[in-house]
């Protein structure tokens, strides 16, 4: 398969801090991939590159074969890009309805040459009803039909990202990014989310998340890229991840505490 | 509910000079508070559904006014090299229209500067803005007369070519006129704000970065709105210029600014009904107060209401009074779906 998204040889500087040196990867369609690595390593810097949100001090994002440098944040979403946020996923004082309506903006563009027109003289019915639906159909599609009338802001956290992902989705992206999507749940939500993010990728989506929780990572990722101090130090299939040495010395030191604990983590039969 | 309550209003808007017979002293009141009840509601669309927050709005309103004056009245006037620019006057109802474009060229200026300063410096930007154009109006005598006012501004007159024409002389007249440009653009604010541009505003208030990601425009919503916000206060000061058929660099004053921003706050920002409740409140608080108290003692009173407001119902009084129905709905609704006695609160 083609790739669908290409980091080359990305730098991102603040000042005097390298907080991405030379990132280099590709993602191709369809694939589930997780970015991971300890606090401070670089993954969210990673994340506003590829959406517009930073730009770059080195090097290019493709997207489809498309730099996405110069364009802006709405722009490369326009291009079939989505994202969530790690903390601030929803609209706060809008119901969970019309932040999904929020959400399908783009969709109400497409058809119509004068859209603001036909708001002012009440034409635009025929549209916002197809949107209305739409709406509906998304809420449904992530479980939160029942929560479509409360304040986006008033849910609990865990539903938030629920309303984030179809925001995202609204967009009607050829890929998602996922920020830390399942962190602050709990292992019950946390699973009903793994088999969300397998039915997006059912829908022809392809995935990349952040994500801290490793057992979630390890269950849905195809492959899993690890970054520590700015760098790609690891890439591969989660079992080759487990037991790569650099990667439990990024996420645990060197000592000898670490490296038992290493040791406990790849045999748990002998703990 | 929330379209009764307006209709209700604009019904006994029309019936009150009936009931008032035409008192020309209430009638001048309620025709001044329309104005600034329609510059409030322009300013609303910015402050409360943008969150940005223009304190250079009276420049949108003045450069109304003076430019529907000036093209009913006729200039002639040197702009260098040799070359003179001479005007011949044109009806007044062509000013307001070029009023409206004039306010909205400059509120897209405004507008694509909005999309780099946000917040503070967008505050700056316009009160710099109104500024400048005031110390125009004030210094280019030639074209404004300066501080000598420009004067005998023609009223607006409608008409269509073989139906003849309605000049608007009477205070009545005026009234109405003020009253159907309002209730304009309270349907065009309401039409907008319920559409999807309303919800890409509403969106980029909310959470600016979630809304670029679901593919909003920051640069060209917020510079949309400042256009149409800006061509409604140019509406706005186009009636106020041929309804007192006189302007000087005054319109310019800080203070109406100041008054507008009020009613918007004390009304409910981001509230259809916000701006029309806190412009009738403050527009005719000096006619109840004056033949009771001196000015002096008026401005308290408008301070303590405006400060009373705020401490009562710091969302403004159409949210606050949203709320108050809301929980005594939903205090009703309690006792039928618990069987036990409600605790009295």
Same mark, same amino acid.
């Given at each position: ?6 980091? +080359? ?17 590709? =993602?191709? +369609? ?69 932040? =999904? ?80 999507? =399942? ?18 990728? +059912? ?45 439990? +010395? ?22 | ?64 006014? @003076? ?55 967008? *505050?700056? *930007? ?70 999807? /541009? ?15 990601? !679901? ?8 510079? !949309? ?14 009636? @106020? ?23 918007? !706050? ?44 705020? /401490? ?34």
């Amino acid at each position: 398969m083609s790739a669908i998204l290409s980091v +080359e040889q990305v730098g991102v500087r603040f000042g005097g801090l390298v907080a991405i040196a030379d990132l280099h990867f590709d =993602v191709r +369609e369809g694939e589930i991939v997780s970015l991971i690595g300890p606090n401070g390593a670089g993954k969210t810097t990673a994340f506003n590159v590829m959406t517009g949100f930073l730009k770059p001090s080195q090097g290019e994002v493709r997207f489809r074969g498309t730099g996405l440098t110069d364009l802006q944040p709405h722009e490369i979403t326009r291009l079939g890009l989505a994202r969530t946020f790690q903390r601030t996923s929803v609209f706060p004082d809008d119901t969970v309805f019309d932040n =999904v309506m929020i959400g399908l903006h783009r969709q109400g563009a497409q058809s119509r040459r004068a859209p603001l027109l036909d708001a002012l003289i009440g034409r635009a019915g025929a549209s916002e009803r197809r949107l209305r639906a739409r709406a509906e159909a998304l809420l449904d599609w992530v479980g939160l039909s029942e929560r479509a009338g409360e304040k986006a802001g008033a849910l609990a956290y865990g539903e938030q990202r629920l309303v984030g992902v179809a925001l995202a989705l609204a967009t009607e992206p050829a890929m998602l990014l996922l920020d830390e999507p =399942v962190s602050g749940m709990n292992a019950s939500e946390t699973q009903v989310f793994v088999s969300l993010i397998r039915q997006i990728r +059912e829908r022809g989506i392809t995935v990349l998340l952040v994500e801290h929780d490793m057992p979630m990572v390890m269950e849905v990722s195809d492959r899993i890229l690890v970054l520590n101090y700015g760098r790609l130090i690891a890439e591969g299939p989660p079992d080759r991840i487990r037991s790569d040495p650099a990667v439990i +010395e990024a996420y645990l030191g060197q000592g000898k505490a670490a490296r038992q604990a290493a040791a406990e983590v790849q045999e748990p039969a002998h703990a | 509910m929330s379209r009764l309550l307006p209709l209700a209003l604009l019904t006994s808007l029309v019936a009150l000079p009936l009931a008032l017979g035409s008192n020309p002293y209430l009638l001048n009141a309620l025709i001044t508070t329309g104005i600034l009840t329609i510059a409030a509601m322009s300013l609303n669309l910015l402050l409360g559904f943008t969150g940005q927050l223009s304190l250079g709005h009276i420049a949108f309103f003045g450069i109304g006014a @003076y430019v529907s004056a000036l093209t009913s009245l006729g200039f002639d006037v040197e702009i260098g090299f040799g070359t003179r620019i001479v005007h011949e006057p044109w009806p007044a109802a062509v000013g307001f229209l070029l009023a409206i474009l004039a306010a909205g060229a400059c509120g897209y200026l405004i507008g694509r500067l909005s999309f780099r300063v946000r917040g503070a410096y967008f *505050v700056i *930007v316009t009160v710099s803005f109104a500024e400048v154009v005031r110390l125009v109006a004030l210094n280019w005598v030639e074209l404004t007369q300066g501080p000598l006012a420009l004067t005998n501004i023609p009223v607006i007159a409608l008409g269509a070519p073989g139906l003849g024409s309605w000049t608007l002389k009477t205070k009545l007249q005026n009234y109405y006129l003020v009253l159907a440009v309002g209730t304009l653009c309270y349907v065009i604010i309401a039409r907008l704000v319920g559409s999807r /541009f309303g919800r890409a505003m509403r969106g980029l208030k909310e959470n600016e970065s979630l809304a670029l990601s !679901v593919g909003i425009n920051a640069a060209r919503t917020l510079t !949309v709105a400042t256009v149409i916000s800006a061509a409604m206060a140019g509406a706005a000061g186009s009636l @106020y210029a041929h309804y007192l058929r006189i302007i000087d660099p005054d319109v310019f004053q800080f203070a109406t600014t100041v008054t507008i921003v009020i009613m918007v !706050v004390a009304g409910g920002k981001g509230t259809l009904m916000g701006p029309v409740v806190g412009g009738l409140i403050f527009g005719l608080l000096p006619v109840v107060l004056r033949p009771v108290m001196a000015p002096e003692a008026q401005w308290m009173i408008y301070g303590i209401v405006l400060i009373a407001i705020l /401490f009562v119902m710091p969302k403004g009084i159409v949210p606050g009074i949203a709320g108050l129905f809301a929980r005594l709905r939903a205090a009703r609704a309690v006792p039928v779906l618990e069987a036990s006695p409600a605790v009295p609160r």
